[in-house]
Protein backbone atom coordinates (compact mmCIF):
# COMPACT_ATOMS: atom_id res chain seq x y z
CA UNK A 1 0.00 0.00 0.00
CA UNK A 2 2.92 2.39 0.56
CA UNK A 3 4.51 1.21 -2.59
CA UNK A 4 1.44 2.21 -4.17
CA UNK A 5 0.97 5.62 -2.59
CA UNK A 6 4.64 6.78 -3.74
CA UNK A 7 4.34 5.63 -6.98
CA UNK A 8 0.88 7.60 -7.49
CA UNK A 9 2.77 10.33 -6.53
CA UNK A 10 5.47 10.35 -8.57
CA UNK A 11 2.85 10.02 -11.65
CA UNK A 12 1.02 12.91 -10.75
CA UNK A 13 4.48 14.51 -10.66
CA UNK A 14 5.45 13.35 -14.41
CA UNK A 15 1.64 15.34 -15.27
CA UNK A 16 2.66 18.44 -17.29
CA UNK A 17 1.46 21.45 -15.90
CA UNK A 18 -1.34 23.38 -17.35
CA UNK A 19 0.61 26.94 -18.51
CA UNK A 20 -3.01 28.56 -18.55
CA UNK A 21 -4.68 30.76 -15.65
CA UNK A 22 -8.41 29.93 -15.30
CA UNK A 23 -11.14 31.96 -13.63
CA UNK A 24 -14.62 30.87 -12.02
CA UNK A 25 -17.20 33.35 -12.81
CA UNK A 26 -20.67 32.62 -10.71
CA UNK A 27 -23.65 33.63 -11.76
CA UNK A 28 -27.76 33.57 -11.03
CA UNK A 29 -27.81 31.35 -13.69
CA UNK A 30 -25.26 29.22 -13.48
CA UNK A 31 -21.13 28.83 -13.09
CA UNK A 32 -18.96 29.40 -16.26
CA UNK A 33 -14.81 29.12 -16.66
CA UNK A 34 -12.65 30.85 -18.27
CA UNK A 35 -8.93 30.31 -18.99
CA UNK A 36 -6.96 33.66 -19.46
CA UNK A 37 -4.92 34.23 -22.33
CA UNK A 38 -0.78 34.42 -21.88
CA UNK A 39 -0.83 36.18 -25.19
CA UNK A 40 -2.26 39.32 -23.66
CA UNK A 41 -0.53 39.48 -20.39
CA UNK A 42 -1.80 43.17 -19.62
CA UNK A 43 -4.87 42.23 -19.82
CA UNK A 44 -4.67 38.81 -17.88
CA UNK A 45 -2.77 40.32 -14.83
CA UNK A 46 -5.63 43.18 -14.36
CA UNK A 47 -8.53 40.43 -14.40
CA UNK A 48 -6.78 38.78 -11.89
CA UNK A 49 -5.96 41.46 -9.81
CA UNK A 50 -9.29 42.68 -9.94
CA UNK A 51 -10.94 39.16 -9.19
CA UNK A 52 -8.54 38.58 -6.10
CA UNK A 53 -9.59 41.94 -4.89
CA UNK A 54 -13.21 40.90 -4.98
CA UNK A 55 -13.85 44.00 -7.66
CA UNK A 56 -16.30 42.05 -9.48
CA UNK A 57 -18.18 40.22 -6.40
CA UNK A 58 -22.12 41.45 -6.86
CA UNK A 59 -21.32 43.02 -10.10
CA UNK A 60 -24.46 43.08 -12.64
CA UNK A 61 -24.48 41.66 -16.04
CA UNK A 62 -25.46 44.93 -17.07
CA UNK A 63 -25.87 44.37 -20.92
CA UNK A 64 -27.52 41.83 -23.18
CA UNK A 65 -27.96 40.87 -26.83
CA UNK A 66 -28.92 37.49 -27.43
CA UNK A 67 -26.89 36.57 -30.80
CA UNK A 68 -23.76 38.99 -29.98
CA UNK A 69 -22.85 39.16 -26.16
CA UNK A 70 -22.85 39.41 -22.69
CA UNK A 71 -21.73 42.38 -21.02
CA UNK A 72 -20.59 43.07 -17.18
CA UNK A 73 -17.93 44.73 -14.39
CA UNK A 74 -19.29 48.61 -14.28
CA UNK A 75 -19.08 48.84 -10.90
CA UNK A 76 -21.81 51.02 -10.68
CA UNK A 77 -24.26 48.37 -11.29
CA UNK A 78 -23.68 46.66 -7.63
CA UNK A 79 -26.36 48.73 -6.41
CA UNK A 80 -27.85 50.13 -9.40
CA UNK A 81 -31.54 51.29 -9.24
CA UNK A 82 -33.99 48.87 -11.16
CA UNK A 83 -33.93 50.11 -14.65
CA UNK A 84 -31.40 52.93 -14.18
CA UNK A 85 -28.46 52.92 -17.14
CA UNK A 86 -25.18 51.53 -16.56
CA UNK A 87 -21.88 50.96 -18.97
CA UNK A 88 -19.80 53.93 -18.02
CA UNK A 89 -18.42 52.84 -14.67
CA UNK A 90 -14.80 51.31 -13.96
CA UNK A 91 -11.72 51.57 -12.10
CA UNK A 92 -10.43 54.87 -12.92
CA UNK A 93 -8.10 53.87 -15.73
CA UNK A 94 -8.35 52.19 -19.25
CA UNK A 95 -5.47 49.31 -20.80
CA UNK A 96 -3.63 49.16 -23.77
CA UNK A 97 -4.62 47.06 -26.29
CA UNK A 98 -3.56 43.62 -26.68
CA UNK A 99 -5.74 43.05 -30.07
CA UNK A 100 -5.13 40.01 -32.01
CA UNK A 101 -7.50 36.78 -30.80
CA UNK A 102 -10.95 36.68 -32.48
CA UNK A 103 -14.26 36.04 -31.37
CA UNK A 104 -15.87 33.13 -31.47
CA UNK A 105 -18.14 31.96 -29.23
CA UNK A 106 -17.40 32.33 -26.12
CA UNK A 107 -14.73 34.47 -26.30
CA UNK A 108 -13.66 36.86 -23.45
CA UNK A 109 -13.15 40.06 -24.38
CA UNK A 110 -12.55 44.11 -23.24
CA UNK A 111 -15.33 46.10 -23.30
CA UNK A 112 -14.49 49.99 -24.54
CA UNK A 113 -14.72 52.95 -25.83
CA UNK A 114 -15.25 54.35 -29.31
CA UNK A 115 -12.70 54.72 -31.64
CA UNK A 116 -14.18 58.74 -32.23
CA UNK A 117 -12.58 59.26 -28.47
CA UNK A 118 -10.44 56.63 -27.86
CA UNK A 119 -8.50 56.35 -30.96
CA UNK A 120 -5.67 53.35 -29.40
CA UNK A 121 -8.67 51.55 -28.77
CA UNK A 122 -7.69 50.63 -25.13
CA UNK A 123 -9.63 48.70 -23.08
CA UNK A 124 -11.96 49.29 -20.00
CA UNK A 125 -10.26 48.77 -17.13
CA UNK A 126 -13.07 46.40 -15.74
CA UNK A 127 -16.28 45.77 -17.89
CA UNK A 128 -15.97 42.54 -20.08
CA UNK A 129 -18.05 40.79 -22.20
CA UNK A 130 -18.34 37.34 -23.50
CA UNK A 131 -19.60 36.66 -27.32
CA UNK A 132 -22.59 34.78 -27.37
CA UNK A 133 -22.85 35.13 -30.94
CA UNK A 134 -24.65 33.77 -34.07
CA UNK A 135 -23.89 31.12 -36.87
CA UNK A 136 -21.26 31.70 -39.60
CA UNK A 137 -20.83 30.58 -42.85
CA UNK A 138 -17.71 30.75 -45.33
CA UNK A 139 -19.56 33.47 -47.26
CA UNK A 140 -19.81 35.67 -44.11
CA UNK A 141 -16.44 35.48 -43.08
CA UNK A 142 -15.12 36.84 -46.59
CA UNK A 143 -17.05 39.59 -46.25
CA UNK A 144 -15.49 39.97 -43.17
CA UNK A 145 -11.96 39.88 -44.40
CA UNK A 146 -12.42 41.95 -47.55
CA UNK A 147 -14.43 44.65 -44.80
CA UNK A 148 -11.56 44.54 -42.20
CA UNK A 149 -8.88 43.78 -44.59
CA UNK A 150 -7.58 40.62 -42.59
CA UNK A 151 -7.41 37.59 -43.38
CA UNK A 152 -8.70 34.12 -40.86
CA UNK A 153 -6.50 31.04 -40.94
CA UNK A 154 -8.28 27.44 -42.27
CA UNK A 155 -8.42 26.79 -37.80
CA UNK A 156 -9.56 29.90 -37.36
CA UNK A 157 -12.90 29.75 -40.56
CA UNK A 158 -13.56 25.76 -38.74
CA UNK A 159 -13.67 27.73 -35.21
CA UNK A 160 -16.48 30.14 -36.66
CA UNK A 161 -18.41 27.91 -38.55
CA UNK A 162 -18.63 24.89 -35.75
CA UNK A 163 -19.06 27.50 -32.97
CA UNK A 164 -20.47 30.67 -34.15
CA UNK A 165 -19.52 34.14 -33.08
CA UNK A 166 -18.92 37.49 -33.47
CA UNK A 167 -16.21 38.23 -36.50
CA UNK A 168 -16.93 41.60 -37.01
CA UNK A 169 -15.64 42.69 -33.66
CA UNK A 170 -12.72 41.30 -34.86
CA UNK A 171 -9.18 43.10 -34.47
CA UNK A 172 -11.45 46.37 -33.04
CA UNK A 173 -11.29 44.70 -29.48
CA UNK A 174 -8.87 42.74 -27.21
CA UNK A 175 -10.19 39.13 -26.37
CA UNK A 176 -8.35 37.70 -23.35
CA UNK A 177 -9.45 34.69 -22.44
CA UNK A 178 -12.26 32.03 -23.44
CA UNK A 179 -15.06 30.00 -21.72
CA UNK A 180 -13.47 26.60 -21.41
CA UNK A 181 -16.63 25.18 -19.37
CA UNK A 182 -20.48 26.63 -18.88
CA UNK A 183 -21.18 27.75 -22.81
CA UNK A 184 -25.22 26.55 -21.80
CA UNK A 185 -24.76 29.60 -18.98
CA UNK A 186 -23.71 31.94 -21.74
CA UNK A 187 -26.94 30.90 -23.47
CA UNK A 188 -28.74 31.01 -20.59
CA UNK A 189 -27.82 34.56 -19.61
CA UNK A 190 -28.05 35.83 -23.36
CA UNK A 191 -31.32 34.54 -23.65
CA UNK A 192 -32.74 36.68 -20.21
CA UNK A 193 -35.50 39.31 -21.24
CA UNK A 194 -33.93 42.96 -21.29
CA UNK A 195 -35.22 46.35 -20.82
CA UNK A 196 -33.79 49.91 -21.91
CA UNK A 197 -30.58 50.11 -23.09
CA UNK A 198 -30.36 46.17 -22.85
CA UNK A 199 -29.97 45.76 -19.55
CA UNK A 200 -31.94 42.40 -17.86
CA UNK A 201 -35.62 43.01 -16.34
CA UNK A 202 -33.83 40.77 -13.44
CA UNK A 203 -30.46 41.33 -11.83
CA UNK A 204 -28.20 38.52 -13.05
CA UNK A 205 -25.12 39.01 -10.60
CA UNK A 206 -21.01 37.65 -10.74
CA UNK A 207 -19.03 36.52 -8.23
CA UNK A 208 -15.53 35.95 -9.53
CA UNK A 209 -12.43 33.99 -8.39
CA UNK A 210 -9.31 32.67 -9.56
CA UNK A 211 -8.64 29.01 -9.67
CA UNK A 212 -5.68 27.31 -8.10
CA UNK A 213 -6.40 24.96 -10.41
CA UNK A 214 -8.80 23.53 -13.05
CA UNK A 215 -9.53 19.97 -14.31
CA UNK A 216 -12.09 19.90 -17.06
CA UNK A 217 -14.99 17.77 -16.04
Do not use: W
Not at 14 to 33: M, R
Not at 71 to 78: I, L, N
Not at 83 to 105: D, M, N, S
Amino acid sequence: MVFFFAFAIVLSSCEPADPYTYALIETDKGDVVVRLYNSTPIHKENFIELAEQGFYDSLLFHRIIPGFMIQGGDPDSRDAAPGARLGTGGPGYTIEAEIGAIHVKGALAAARMGDGVNPERESSGSQFYIVHGSPQTEEKLDMIEQMKNIEYSERQRELYIERGGSPNLDMDYTVFGEVVEGLDVVDAIAQTPTGSADRPVEDIRMFVKILDRYRPE
